[in-house]
């Protein structure tokens, strides 16, 4: 059985057994959950493999993937609570990443002085709706030749009722160059990123020690370097790393940036924390989504077999993808599915419910590309959750809606 390890990539990446921050006892104890790993209690195998193609022969799901468990010995359900960047947060960042430079408030080219966000009210399509934004450089550093250096926070909130309705997001750029990262790639055969001389272990240490300021529940999830493509040889091309939080020895599964929601209302997507490293450091930040544990809602709680899960998804699995038959360019409809994970996902409730609850998932991690005559994509990786499902019922989740 693989087990869950600080620093397990996906894929193609290799494992790095160790590398990440070492922390207290976190994983659930025996006396509270029992006494067997929930990965025997659910019959976990190693790896599982299905495959299935659609009466037409253009759609097909294809698994080939790995099962990562955490050594834990029960999970729990826990209130989710969204938060967005208070303004004693954002000035202790600012200060953390100040050095003999100035900052200068972007919006009115005055320097920095430690004022907060700007507050202003959006059009009469949003009525009641206010922006809070924060866009700081490094003006005079940069126009005598220095490094280009950024801090952007944004995010909106519903003045009536004090909740979010647009996603919080801080990024942070030290970088000549422009090292955000959407997609990442392995590392190359000496396990570096090419434009880099530092080792690995030397960048995650630069990572963790942001991860740490940022909060001490993060934890590397997945890690490689940045990817470019035909014509951009001379991009950037550093380290890049995934966090994510982990509560009691369970992380909460990492997830692109989603548009999240049924235009009904704004649904929280999933907490990122991405980094990317180059010689001199973290070159680049994207926290967005924070999210914040709060109460136990049901301890220990009931889970299906590892068999069960199985059977809705190949039961499932195809019906997700199908409907894109009634298209009569299509060519290819493929799932390919590389890896399984046991995690949690913040999951948006019911009305009469409300909020939103950590619930153990599984996660089936891979692409899905549907090729259209005249087109020629393809993915360049396999690490996104494709296909969801609650861990506790069965019911299977869409990440793109959030619930």
Not at 159 to 165: L, P, V
Not at 215 to 230: C, H
């Amino acid at each position: 059985m693989r087990k869950k390890v600080l620093g397990v990539t996906m894929l193609l990446l290799a494992v790095l057994s160790g590398c990440g921050k070492e922390k207290g006892a976190e994983s659930p104890s025996k006396s509270s959950y029992g006494d067997t790993l929930i990965a025997e209690s659910m019959g976990v195998p190693d790896r599982y493999t299905f495959e299935n193609v659609s009466e037409s022969g253009k759609s097909k799901v294809v698994v080939d993937a790995d099962i990562i468990v955490p050594e834990v010995y029960g999970a729990d359900v826990i209130e989710a609570i969204p938060v967005t960047f208070s303004e004693e947060e954002i000035r202790a960042f600012i200060k953390q990443h100040t050095g003999d430079f100035e900052w200068y408030d972007a919006m009115t080219g005055k320097a920095y002085s430690g004022q907060g966000f700007t507050k202003e009210a959006l059009g009469e399509d949003s009525i009641g709706i206010q922006s809070y934004s924060m866009l700081l450089n490094n003006r005079e550093e940069f126009d005598q030749g220095g490094a280009y250096r950024e801090i952007d926070v944004s995010f909106w909130l519903d003045e009536k009722t004090g909740e979010i309705a647009y996603t919080p997001a801080l990024t942070y750029t030290n970088s000549p160059g422009n090292p955000e990262i959407s997609i990442i790639v392995p590392l190359n055969e000496q396990n570096m990123a090419d434009g880099c001389t530092i080792s690995l272990e030397e960048a995650i240490h630069f990572a963790d020690a942001e991860a740490e300021f940022l909060s001490p529940d993060f934890t590397l999830f997945q890690y490689g370097q940045m990817a470019y493509g035909e014509g951009l040889e001379n991009s950037p091309r550093y380290y890049a790393f995934k966090y994510t939080r982990e509560i009691n020895g369970i992380p909460v599964n990492a997830d692109i940036a989603r548009g999240i929601g049924d235009g009904s209302g704004y649904t929280a997507g999933t907490e990122r924390l991405w980094f990317t490293v180059n010689d001199a450091g973290v070159c680049w930040l994207g926290y967005s989504d924070p999210t914040q544990k709060a109460e136990v809602v049901a301890e220990n709680v009931a889970l299906l077999s590892f068999q069960e899960i199985i059977d809705i998804f190949e039961k499932v699995s195809m019906l997700s993808i199908k409907h894109l038959e009634i298209y009569d360019n299509l060519v290819e409809n493929v799932m390919d599915i590389r890896e399984i994970r046991f995690g949690y996902m913040a999951v948006k409730q019911s009305e009469s419910i409300g909020g939103y609850r950590y619930l153990p998932v599984w996660d089936f991690y891979g692409g899905h590309w549907p090729l259209y005559e005249n087109a020629t994509f393809y993915p360049d990786t396999f690490d996104t959750p494709v296909f969801t499902i609650n861990a506790i019922d069965g019911t299977v989740i869409d990440r793109d809606m959030g619930y």
